[in-house]
Protein backbone atom coordinates (compact mmCIF):
# COMPACT_ATOMS: atom_id res chain seq x y z
CA UNK A 1 0.00 0.00 0.00
CA UNK A 2 1.24 3.28 -0.91
CA UNK A 3 1.47 6.55 1.70
CA UNK A 4 -1.17 8.71 1.49
CA UNK A 5 -1.30 11.31 -0.87
CA UNK A 6 -3.22 14.18 -0.95
CA UNK A 7 -2.51 15.65 -4.10
CA UNK A 8 -4.99 13.42 -5.58
CA UNK A 9 -8.71 14.04 -4.54
CA UNK A 10 -10.96 11.55 -6.36
CA UNK A 11 -14.00 13.09 -7.82
CA UNK A 12 -17.52 11.76 -8.00
CA UNK A 13 -19.06 13.77 -10.65
CA UNK A 14 -19.55 11.36 -12.95
CA UNK A 15 -19.32 8.50 -11.04
CA UNK A 16 -21.28 5.47 -9.88
CA UNK A 17 -20.58 5.51 -6.38
CA UNK A 18 -19.51 1.53 -6.12
CA UNK A 19 -17.54 0.31 -2.73
CA UNK A 20 -14.29 -0.43 -4.99
CA UNK A 21 -13.82 2.80 -6.28
CA UNK A 22 -13.22 4.01 -2.34
CA UNK A 23 -11.09 0.87 -1.75
CA UNK A 24 -8.86 1.21 -4.75
CA UNK A 25 -8.14 5.05 -3.94
CA UNK A 26 -7.54 3.95 -0.10
CA UNK A 27 -5.07 1.24 -1.48
CA UNK A 28 -3.50 4.11 -3.67
CA UNK A 29 -2.89 6.16 -0.99
CA UNK A 30 -6.08 8.29 -1.92
CA UNK A 31 -7.67 9.49 1.04
CA UNK A 32 -9.84 12.46 -0.26
CA UNK A 33 -12.72 12.66 -2.14
CA UNK A 34 -15.18 15.30 -3.47
CA UNK A 35 -18.76 15.10 -4.41
CA UNK A 36 -21.23 17.59 -4.26
CA UNK A 37 -25.36 18.45 -3.03
CA UNK A 38 -26.71 17.81 -6.44
CA UNK A 39 -24.56 14.72 -7.57
CA UNK A 40 -26.37 11.50 -9.13
CA UNK A 41 -29.36 13.35 -9.18
CA UNK A 42 -28.98 14.31 -5.61
CA UNK A 43 -28.62 11.15 -3.82
CA UNK A 44 -24.88 11.26 -3.93
CA UNK A 45 -24.86 11.63 -0.03
CA UNK A 46 -27.14 8.89 1.09
CA UNK A 47 -25.48 6.69 -1.58
CA UNK A 48 -21.66 7.25 -0.06
CA UNK A 49 -23.09 6.48 3.54
CA UNK A 50 -24.25 3.35 2.21
CA UNK A 51 -21.44 1.78 -0.36
CA UNK A 52 -18.91 3.81 2.26
CA UNK A 53 -19.74 2.15 5.27
CA UNK A 54 -16.92 1.76 7.42
CA UNK A 55 -14.62 3.70 5.14
CA UNK A 56 -15.66 7.34 5.39
CA UNK A 57 -14.05 8.21 8.67
CA UNK A 58 -10.95 7.36 6.74
CA UNK A 59 -11.68 9.71 3.97
CA UNK A 60 -11.13 13.55 4.15
CA UNK A 61 -14.37 14.59 2.21
CA UNK A 62 -15.42 18.02 0.40
CA UNK A 63 -18.89 18.51 -1.28
CA UNK A 64 -20.52 21.57 -2.48
CA UNK A 65 -23.59 23.37 -1.92
CA UNK A 66 -25.58 25.71 -4.75
CA UNK A 67 -27.66 23.83 -6.68
CA UNK A 68 -31.34 22.49 -5.89
CA UNK A 69 -34.05 20.34 -6.81
CA UNK A 70 -36.88 21.47 -8.73
CA UNK A 71 -39.24 19.35 -11.34
CA UNK A 72 -37.53 18.81 -13.76
CA UNK A 73 -33.91 19.40 -12.70
CA UNK A 74 -31.96 21.63 -10.88
CA UNK A 75 -31.84 25.44 -10.00
CA UNK A 76 -28.91 27.16 -8.21
CA UNK A 77 -29.41 29.58 -5.04
CA UNK A 78 -26.65 31.75 -3.23
CA UNK A 79 -29.35 31.89 -0.41
CA UNK A 80 -27.94 31.44 3.04
CA UNK A 81 -30.74 29.83 4.17
CA UNK A 82 -30.87 27.66 1.49
CA UNK A 83 -27.30 26.45 1.41
CA UNK A 84 -27.79 26.06 5.35
CA UNK A 85 -30.28 23.87 5.12
CA UNK A 86 -28.80 21.71 2.29
CA UNK A 87 -25.17 21.73 4.58
CA UNK A 88 -27.63 20.54 7.39
CA UNK A 89 -29.39 17.72 5.14
CA UNK A 90 -25.87 16.67 4.25
CA UNK A 91 -24.27 16.31 7.96
CA UNK A 92 -27.57 13.89 8.41
CA UNK A 93 -27.43 12.41 4.79
CA UNK A 94 -23.19 11.25 5.22
CA UNK A 95 -23.65 10.56 8.78
CA UNK A 96 -20.77 12.96 9.76
CA UNK A 97 -19.75 16.44 9.08
CA UNK A 98 -17.68 17.28 5.69
CA UNK A 99 -14.25 18.07 6.08
CA UNK A 100 -14.86 21.08 3.65
CA UNK A 101 -17.67 22.39 2.01
CA UNK A 102 -18.01 24.81 -1.63
CA UNK A 103 -19.84 27.06 -2.44
CA UNK A 104 -20.77 25.31 -6.01
CA UNK A 105 -20.61 27.74 -9.06
CA UNK A 106 -21.41 30.76 -7.63
CA UNK A 107 -21.29 32.63 -10.74
CA UNK A 108 -24.48 31.10 -11.84
CA UNK A 109 -26.57 33.62 -9.18
CA UNK A 110 -24.00 36.45 -10.33
CA UNK A 111 -23.83 36.63 -14.06
CA UNK A 112 -25.71 39.68 -15.35
CA UNK A 113 -26.15 41.05 -12.24
CA UNK A 114 -25.21 44.33 -10.90
CA UNK A 115 -21.62 45.04 -8.76
CA UNK A 116 -23.73 46.03 -5.82
CA UNK A 117 -26.19 43.23 -5.46
CA UNK A 118 -23.33 40.82 -6.91
CA UNK A 119 -21.00 41.41 -3.77
CA UNK A 120 -23.98 41.62 -1.62
CA UNK A 121 -25.01 38.55 -2.31
CA UNK A 122 -21.49 36.61 -2.57
CA UNK A 123 -20.91 38.34 1.04
CA UNK A 124 -23.88 36.54 2.29
CA UNK A 125 -23.45 33.52 1.14
CA UNK A 126 -19.77 33.47 1.90
CA UNK A 127 -20.75 34.39 5.78
CA UNK A 128 -23.22 31.50 5.96
CA UNK A 129 -20.58 29.05 5.37
CA UNK A 130 -18.38 30.92 7.71
CA UNK A 131 -20.95 30.71 10.00
CA UNK A 132 -21.77 27.36 9.73
CA UNK A 133 -17.94 26.43 10.15
CA UNK A 134 -17.94 28.05 13.51
CA UNK A 135 -21.13 25.83 14.27
CA UNK A 136 -19.54 22.60 13.29
CA UNK A 137 -21.71 21.89 10.02
CA UNK A 138 -17.93 21.42 8.09
CA UNK A 139 -14.23 21.87 8.94
CA UNK A 140 -13.84 24.40 6.76
CA UNK A 141 -14.87 26.18 3.47
CA UNK A 142 -14.21 26.95 -0.02
CA UNK A 143 -15.82 28.18 -3.15
CA UNK A 144 -15.48 25.98 -6.67
CA UNK A 145 -16.04 27.95 -9.57
CA UNK A 146 -16.14 26.63 -13.03
CA UNK A 147 -16.35 30.20 -15.05
CA UNK A 148 -14.27 32.58 -12.61
CA UNK A 149 -14.68 35.45 -14.22
CA UNK A 150 -18.04 36.95 -12.80
CA UNK A 151 -16.67 36.34 -9.16
CA UNK A 152 -13.60 39.54 -10.03
CA UNK A 153 -16.13 42.01 -9.24
CA UNK A 154 -18.07 40.59 -6.81
CA UNK A 155 -14.77 39.84 -4.56
CA UNK A 156 -14.15 42.58 -1.95
CA UNK A 157 -12.99 43.05 1.57
CA UNK A 158 -16.31 42.66 3.03
CA UNK A 159 -16.03 38.61 1.69
CA UNK A 160 -15.20 35.97 4.11
CA UNK A 161 -11.82 34.15 2.56
CA UNK A 162 -12.39 30.69 1.40
CA UNK A 163 -9.99 28.01 2.81
CA UNK A 164 -9.97 26.45 -0.62
CA UNK A 165 -10.37 27.75 -3.90
CA UNK A 166 -11.14 25.14 -6.90
CA UNK A 167 -10.79 25.85 -10.56
CA UNK A 168 -10.16 24.09 -13.50
CA UNK A 169 -6.93 22.88 -14.27
CA UNK A 170 -5.20 21.89 -17.80
CA UNK A 171 -4.11 21.86 -20.91
CA UNK A 172 -7.34 22.63 -22.50
CA UNK A 173 -8.58 25.93 -19.55
CA UNK A 174 -9.18 28.78 -21.96
CA UNK A 175 -7.19 31.99 -21.66
CA UNK A 176 -10.37 34.44 -20.06
CA UNK A 177 -10.62 31.47 -17.37
CA UNK A 178 -7.15 30.93 -16.36
CA UNK A 179 -6.41 34.49 -16.22
CA UNK A 180 -9.65 34.88 -13.92
CA UNK A 181 -8.38 31.71 -11.37
CA UNK A 182 -5.20 33.32 -11.00
CA UNK A 183 -6.50 36.72 -10.44
CA UNK A 184 -8.83 34.89 -7.57
CA UNK A 185 -6.05 33.16 -5.58
CA UNK A 186 -3.54 36.21 -6.32
CA UNK A 187 -6.53 38.28 -4.02
CA UNK A 188 -7.03 35.36 -1.43
CA UNK A 189 -2.92 34.59 -1.23
CA UNK A 190 -2.31 36.65 1.50
CA UNK A 191 -5.23 34.45 3.24
CA UNK A 192 -2.88 31.63 1.96
CA UNK A 193 -6.34 30.17 0.55
CA UNK A 194 -5.27 26.66 -1.03
CA UNK A 195 -5.96 26.17 -5.44
CA UNK A 196 -7.23 22.88 -6.49
CA UNK A 197 -7.93 22.14 -9.68
CA UNK A 198 -10.50 20.07 -11.48
CA UNK A 199 -11.49 18.60 -14.71
CA UNK A 200 -8.03 17.79 -16.15
CA UNK A 201 -9.06 16.18 -18.92
CA UNK A 202 -11.52 19.19 -20.07
CA UNK A 203 -14.57 16.50 -19.13
CA UNK A 204 -13.00 13.48 -21.41
CA UNK A 205 -10.02 11.92 -21.52
CA UNK A 206 -11.12 9.70 -24.14
CA UNK A 207 -11.26 12.89 -26.30
CA UNK A 208 -9.54 12.31 -29.67
CA UNK A 209 -8.24 15.50 -29.49
CA UNK A 210 -5.75 14.74 -26.86
CA UNK A 211 -3.78 12.04 -29.63
CA UNK A 212 -3.12 15.09 -32.01
CA UNK A 213 -0.41 16.52 -30.37
CA UNK A 214 2.22 14.89 -27.19
CA UNK A 215 1.68 16.40 -24.14
CA UNK A 216 5.06 14.76 -23.02
CA UNK A 217 6.62 17.61 -24.27
CA UNK A 218 6.23 19.32 -20.98
CA UNK A 219 8.32 16.66 -19.01
CA UNK A 220 11.26 16.26 -17.78
CA UNK A 221 13.51 13.77 -18.97
CA UNK A 222 10.69 10.78 -17.48
CA UNK A 223 11.75 8.01 -16.01
CA UNK A 224 10.34 5.80 -18.10
CA UNK A 225 7.43 4.98 -20.87
CA UNK A 226 4.91 7.36 -20.64
CA UNK A 227 0.98 7.98 -21.29
CA UNK A 228 -0.06 10.91 -23.01
CA UNK A 229 -3.12 10.91 -20.29
CA UNK A 230 0.05 10.82 -17.44
CA UNK A 231 1.90 13.30 -19.27
CA UNK A 232 -1.41 15.71 -19.71
CA UNK A 233 -2.43 15.48 -15.38
CA UNK A 234 1.35 16.32 -14.16
CA UNK A 235 0.79 19.41 -16.61
CA UNK A 236 -2.24 19.94 -14.99
CA UNK A 237 -0.97 20.95 -12.13
CA UNK A 238 0.96 23.73 -13.38
CA UNK A 239 -2.06 25.29 -15.46
CA UNK A 240 -2.81 27.60 -13.10
CA UNK A 241 -0.86 26.06 -10.14
CA UNK A 242 -2.53 23.79 -8.11
CA UNK A 243 -1.59 21.35 -4.96
CA UNK A 244 -4.26 19.21 -5.28
CA UNK A 245 -6.85 17.92 -8.21
CA UNK A 246 -10.07 15.99 -8.30
CA UNK A 247 -10.14 13.66 -10.81
CA UNK A 248 -12.95 10.98 -11.54
CA UNK A 249 -12.41 7.75 -12.57
CA UNK A 250 -14.02 4.13 -12.28
CA UNK A 251 -11.12 2.50 -13.66
CA UNK A 252 -8.68 1.15 -11.24
CA UNK A 253 -5.79 1.32 -13.36
CA UNK A 254 -6.18 4.72 -15.36
CA UNK A 255 -6.58 5.74 -11.23
CA UNK A 256 -2.96 4.05 -10.72
CA UNK A 257 -1.21 6.10 -13.92
CA UNK A 258 -1.83 9.33 -12.24
CA UNK A 259 -0.85 8.34 -9.20
CA UNK A 260 2.60 7.38 -10.81
CA UNK A 261 2.47 10.30 -12.90
CA UNK A 262 3.08 12.72 -9.56
CA UNK A 263 6.68 11.41 -9.92
CA UNK A 264 7.45 13.04 -13.07
CA UNK A 265 9.10 16.59 -13.30
CA UNK A 266 7.39 19.22 -15.19
CA UNK A 267 9.35 21.10 -17.59
CA UNK A 268 9.00 24.57 -16.13
CA UNK A 269 10.39 26.52 -19.15
CA UNK A 270 7.54 24.00 -21.45
CA UNK A 271 5.18 25.44 -19.42
CA UNK A 272 5.65 28.81 -18.98
CA UNK A 273 6.57 29.50 -22.79
CA UNK A 274 2.62 27.66 -23.62
CA UNK A 275 1.46 29.95 -21.09
CA UNK A 276 3.04 33.32 -23.01
CA UNK A 277 1.73 32.03 -26.10
CA UNK A 278 -1.77 31.43 -24.29
CA UNK A 279 -1.97 34.46 -22.23
CA UNK A 280 -0.17 36.71 -25.29
CA UNK A 281 -2.69 35.12 -28.08
CA UNK A 282 -5.69 36.17 -26.11
CA UNK A 283 -8.05 34.14 -28.17
CA UNK A 284 -5.92 31.09 -28.07
CA UNK A 285 -7.70 27.83 -26.02
CA UNK A 286 -11.04 27.24 -24.79
CA UNK A 287 -12.71 29.42 -22.77
Same mark, same amino acid.
Given at each position: ???? +??? !? ?10 ? =? ?11 ? !???? @??? %?? @?? /? ?18 ? &? ?6 ? $? ?10 ? !? $? ?5 ? =?? #? ?7 ? #? ?16 ? *? ?11 ? =? &? ?18 ? !? +? ?16 ? $? ?13 ? /??? &? *?????? /?? @?????? +????? %? ?5 ? #? ?13 ? %? ?28 ? @? ?16 ? $? &?????
Amino acid at each position: MRAP +DRR !IVLGLHRSRHQR =HQLTNALDLGITA !IDTA @FNY %RG @FT /SHTTLADVGRGLLDRLTIST &KVGFFPRP $GGAEHSLDPARL !I $GALEQTN =HE #LGRAPDLVF #LHNPECSLRDTATEVARD *TLAQACAALEDAM =H &KGLCGAWGISTWGPSPLLDA !I +DAAVAKPAVLMVRCGLFV $GVHTLRAAESLARQW /SDH &K *TQVWGM /SP @FSGNAH +DPVWS %RFDARVF #LRDPPGPVTQMQAAF %RAAYDLPTVSAVAVGTDDPVHLRELVDALT @FEVDEQAVLQYRDLLLGG $G &KAGRS
